[in-house]
């Protein structure tokens, strides 16, 4: 099975702090996404990834920058958290092909 | 935009009593449909997918069928277990380009024994 793996469950960081979010997946999935969710909101796209080096805003990219220097992680970066950055985020990837994306376990992440 | 909106929840049932999870969506292709569930405090998991008109999805006892005609997927099991109870995902996937996942707001379900 497809594993995708985030650094941390939870983290807990202070107002203007610089924050990376690791997402690592261990099977040459060429695609992965970076989404926030939140209650009554649902899964919001924050950015995504294609290949290497390559990266496309999503939804709601405001705040949030990210990296993929190499094909099996994709770092989220909060340049400057806010107390509005407060929220679960979900790292996915997939193939090509039309199949469902695998998730990992989310990090939850509180911006005091 | 493509969208997806789903029953308000939270769903409460009695254990064995049969469950449905409307869901429906706005797309300008032929999108692929899907539904997730998320246990506490776990990610999201794929329940079951259908790719196309009439498909019809099936895992662990739920199942949801591809309704073109009413732009719907909605998802149903005859007997719902305590285990059951979780946070349900309908999204919708186009078939080209990059595929991203467009979700719903998610439904609640909380079975009691």
């Known amino acids: 099975d497809v594993k995708v793996t985030q650094s941390s469950r939870y983290l807990v960081k202070r107002t203007g702090e610089k924050v990376f979010l690791e997402c690592v997946q261990d099977?040459?999935?060429?695609?992965m996404f970076w989404y926030r969710q939140d209650p009554g909101l649902g899964l919001r796209l924050i950015y995504f990834?294609?290949?290497?080096?390559?990266?496309e805003k999503g939804d709601i990219p405001e705040g949030y920058s990210v990296s993929r220097e190499k094909k099996e992680r994709f770092s989220l970066i909060l340049e400057s958290a806010s107390t509005n950055q407060t929220s679960m985020y979900l790292c996915?990837?997939?193939?090509?092909?039309?199949?469902?994306?695998?998730f990992g376990s989310g990090t939850r992440l509180t911006v005091v | 935009g493509d969208s997806v909106t789903q029953m308000e929840g939270p769903v409460t049932l009695s254990e064995e009593a049969f469950l449905t999870i409307n869901c429906t969506y706005t797309?300008?292709?032929?999108?692929?449909l899907f539904w997730y569930v998320q246990y506490p405090g776990e990610g999201l998991q794929l329940l079951l997918k259908?790719?196309?008109?009439?498909d019809k999805g099936s895992n662990k006892g739920f199942e949801a069928t591809y309704r073109k005609e009413t732009t719907s997927f909605h998802l149903e099991k005859g007997s719902v277990q305590v285990s059951d109870s979780a946070v349900y995902f309908c999204?919708?996937?186009?078939?080209?380009?990059?595929?991203?996942?467009?979700f719903g707001t998610g439904t609640r379900l909380l079975v009691s024994p």
């Open positions: 996915a990837s997939k193939t090509g092909t039309l199949r469902g994306y695998t």
């Open positions: 099977m040459d999935h060429e695609n």
């Open positions: 990834s294609y290949d290497v080096k390559m990266k």
């Open positions: 797309a300008t292709g032929y999108p692929s």
């Open positions: 259908a790719t196309k008109a009439d």
């Open positions: 999204a919708l996937s186009e078939g080209t380009g990059f595929q991203k996942l467009v």
